[in-house]
């Protein structure tokens, strides 16, 4: 019996780590990148209706420059934690809703006019990591098949320091649906 559970119990730990895997559904085919300079979006497509809860960015190849007369402080999602004023609010990777850029993520976003280039802090991320995943689990969004949703650096988006930023992000783009 106690064998029979302990089979049980690893199979069903199996079971989940393969299901949580297969719930990243593509938005995009290859990567897509963006970037401050000229407002620069990178788009992806909803694959179907649904309430999507979080959007997962795979790093491939750029960097946020944060500060060009420091590049020791850019990093793949924003800026380092260790930069002297964006480093408590390092991040600056927002996602819109198509053409009428709705912020859809972050979805609380702090700013004290619609000038601000929209950097935001997020505990449980690093600046550098591997991948990058935006949402709330708790108040999922419902797009539709075919919607457009948009990927920018904040600052692009705000037309805040775009001069300073000639770089571009790629990445490929991850959804998680509930069902």
Same mark, same amino acid.
């Given at each position: 019996m106690v064998n029979q559970r302990f089979a049980f119990i690893r199979d069903f730990k199996k079971f989940c780590r393969t299901f949580q895997r297969e719930r990243w559904l593509n938005f995009t085919d290859k990567a897509v990148c963006f970037g401050a300079q000229d407002n620069k979006f990178a788009t992806m497509v909803s694959p179907f209706d649904g309430f999507l809860s979080s959007i997962k960015l795979t790093y491939v190849s750029g960097q946020v420059i944060c500060d060009v007369s420091a590049p020791q402080y850019n990093s793949r999602w924003g800026c380092s934690r260790k930069h002297p004023t964006l480093g408590k609010t390092p991040f600056n990777i927002? $996602?819109?809703? &198509?053409?009428?850029? &709705? $912020? !859809?993520? *972050?979805? @609380? !976003? $702090?700013?004290? #006019? @619609?000038?601000?280039?929209?950097?935001?802090? @997020? !505990? #449980?991320?690093? *600046?550098?990591?591997p991948e990058f995943i935006l949402g709330e689990p708790s108040d999922p969004s419902y797009v539709t098949s075919g919607q457009e949703l948009r990927i920018w650096l904040g600052k692009g988006l705000r037309n805040s320091h775009q001069e300073e930023d000639k770089e571009s992000i790629c990445v490929t783009v991850k959804g998680w649906f509930l069902f």
């Open positions: 927002v $996602i819109t809703t &198509g053409r009428n850029n &709705g $912020i !859809l993520y *972050p979805k @609380k !976003l $702090i700013t004290k #006019d @619609k000038n601000e280039p929209l950097w935001y802090q @997020k !505990l #449980d991320a690093n *600046p550098n990591a």
